[in-house]
């Protein structure tokens, strides 16, 4: 159970020490929400996410993005340095590590690790990124708190041993939340616009379709289902889009 305590503790490493102006971390997650709302693609809201990640958690030596698809597998869309492509690739091939168990893992899908030398977790996959020089890991699914298999994880990695305390966690938590939002957002506008460009393009093959009916019901006197069936075996015969046939007819009527 929260207690007032853990409140009053949470609430000072947002705020600053004068009252009338926000503390630097509040200012990055406002400054943050305002840059996410003017993102317009994926790439924009996860580089500003990442970005925001490495000003706020001082531990965080490398950050990357790990999306999920059910299709593709693992892939890592950005990162600040090419070294955490580099370990989360390992990740994807050896199908152990801290991103993937974070869009695997029940609850808040958090998974850290202070040492990877030693680690227990991923007996593979940590003593090879300590080999390359990162020594802890902190990973949170996308959304936190949501239903796996998740989205993806925001990775953020430390070249120190127990170098990512309890504080940087719930800010990695937070800014795991707000980049979960920005991207099914951004993810459902792109579906929408989507949506509206094949309902258009419906309607004007429809139109034209029309129009090519209107042109054979007047030159060939057939009704309407004839029309159209002589378009239909057009287009197979042909082996053309029935609606290529139509724009075709519908274009050059003056010449037919």
């Known amino acids: 159970m929260t207690t007032e305590q ?6 000072q490493r947002f705020v600053s020490s004068d009252d009338r102006i926000a503390g630097p971390l509040a200012a990055e997650f406002v400054a943050l929400a305002s840059a996410l709302l003017e993102a317009s693609t994926v ?33 890592t869309p950005v990162e600040t340095e090419p070294l955490a492509t580099r370990l989360d690739e390992l990740q994807y091939r050896l199908d152990e590590g801290p991103c993937v168990a974070a869009t695997r893992r029940e609850g808040m899908g958090l998974v850290q690790e202070a040492d990877l030398v030693a680690s227990e977790q991923f007996p593979r996959w940590g003593p090879a990124a300590a080999d390359l020089g990162i020594h ?10 949501g239903d796996a298999p998740r989205m993806g994880a925001l990775n953020l990695y430390t070249r120190e041993r127990g170098g990512l305390d309890v504080a940087e966690r719930e800010v990695a938590l937070v800014l795991a939340a707000h980049a979960s939002t920005a991207l099914a ?19 004007q093959s429809r139109d ?6 209107g042109i054979l019901m007047e030159r060939r006197g057939v009704s309407a289902d004839e029309a159209f069936d002589i378009l239909r075996r057009t287009s197979q015969q042909l082996n053309v889009k029935l609606a290529q046939v139509a724009e075709t007819l519908a274009g050059r009527r003056s010449e037919l």
């Open 43 to 75: 790439a924009e809201v996860l580089d500003r996410v990442i970005r925001t990640a490495k000003a706020v958690v001082p531990g965080a030596d490398l950050v990357s993005v790990t999306l999920r698809d059910p299709e593709r597998g693992f892939h």
């Open 6 to 11: 853990d409140w009053a503790e949470d609430r």
């Open 208 to 213: 034209v379709i029309g129009q090519a009916k």
């Open 136 to 145: 802890g890991v902190l990973a949170v699914g996308l959304f936190p708190d």
């Open 185 to 203: 957002a951004t993810q459902a506008c792109a579906a929408a616009d989507l949506e509206t460009a094949q309902l258009r393009r419906a309607l």
